[in-house]
T-cell receptor, first 114, second 115 residues
Framework: EDQVTQSPEALRLQEGESSSLNCSYTVSGLRGLFWYRQDPGKGPEFLFTLYSAGEEKEKERLKATLTKKESFLHITAPKPEDSATYLCAVQAVGYGGSQGNLIFGKGTKLSVKP | DTGVSQNPRHKITKRGQNVTFRCDPISEHNRLYWYRQTLGQGPEFLTYFQNEAQLEKSRLLSDRFSAERPKGSFSTLEIQRTEQGDSAMYLC?????????????FGSGTQLSVL
């Protein structure tokens, strides 16, 4: 069964304390891996798409990397405004033709204290 | 505001009642998705429209659920004979097709509580 697992479930950091979030996936064939950010009471907001092992994407304090079995979201010197739930999702072969039919993980809830 | 709009934001209903949610996608987006999210879980795909055609439906979408997108603009999701297990956040997303990167734009969702 195709599956996405994120760890840790929750992460508390001090402002400036860098860390990484993990997303491991088991799919029959990977079309793409996505990272989204979700604030309380809002819908997910797109961050990155990764397509092949070795690929990296960066945006401000965030950097996403991809291997054949997992992806990492590295957060460098986080600020309180980075506090949110970070969701990982995959688009797998056999899940229809649309690129928006995604399998999401449960997310990692990040809290950054000043 | 040019984002994805969902109404109502909150809906409380009694078990057995019918409810309908509306989604207005970003105007130039021809693809529209419905997802469901329960507390502590990631969103789960329900259904997908390209223009007015419903092209994909999840096994999660029981016969009590129906979605429409007349004229390829706004979409509605109706749940008939609601059950307590239907309580969730219903999210709508839209996108413009891309060969390399289909970015989904989500609305803020409709929170359904079935009493």
């Amino acid at each position: 069964e195709d599956q996405v697992t994120q760890s840790p479930e929750a992460l508390r950091l001090q402002e400036g304390e860098s860390s990484s979030l993990n997303c491991s996936y088991t799919v029959s064939g990977l079309r793409g891996l996505f990272w989204y950010r979700q604030d309380p009471g809002k819908g997910p907001e797109f961050l990155f798409t990764l397509y092949s092992a070795g690929e990296e994407k960066e945006k401000e304090r965030l950097k996403a990397t991809l291997t054949k079995k997992e992806s990492f979201l590295h957060i460098t010197a986080p600020k309180p405004e980075d506090s949110a739930t970070y969701l990982c999702a995959v688009q797998a072969v056999g899940y229809g033709g649309s690129q928006g039919n995604l399998i999401f993980g449960k997310g990692t809830k990040l809290s950054v204290k000043p | 505001d040019t984002g994805v709009s969902q109404n109502p934001r909150h809906k409380i209903t009694k078990r057995g009642q019918n409810v309908t949610f509306r989604c207005d996608p970003i105007s130039e987006h021809n693809r529209l998705y419905w997802y469901r999210q329960t507390l502590g879980q990631g969103p789960e795909f329900l259904t997908y429209f390209q223009n007015e055609a419903q092209l994909e439906k999840s096994r999660l979408l029981s016969d009590r659920f129906s979605a429409e997108r007349p004229k390829g603009s706004f979409s509605t999701l109706e749940i008939q004979r609601t059950e307590q297990g239907d309580s969730a956040m219903y999210l709508c997303a839209s996108s413009y097709p891309s060969t390399t990167n289909e970015k989904l734009f989500f609305g803020s969702g409709t929170q359904l509580s079935v009493l």
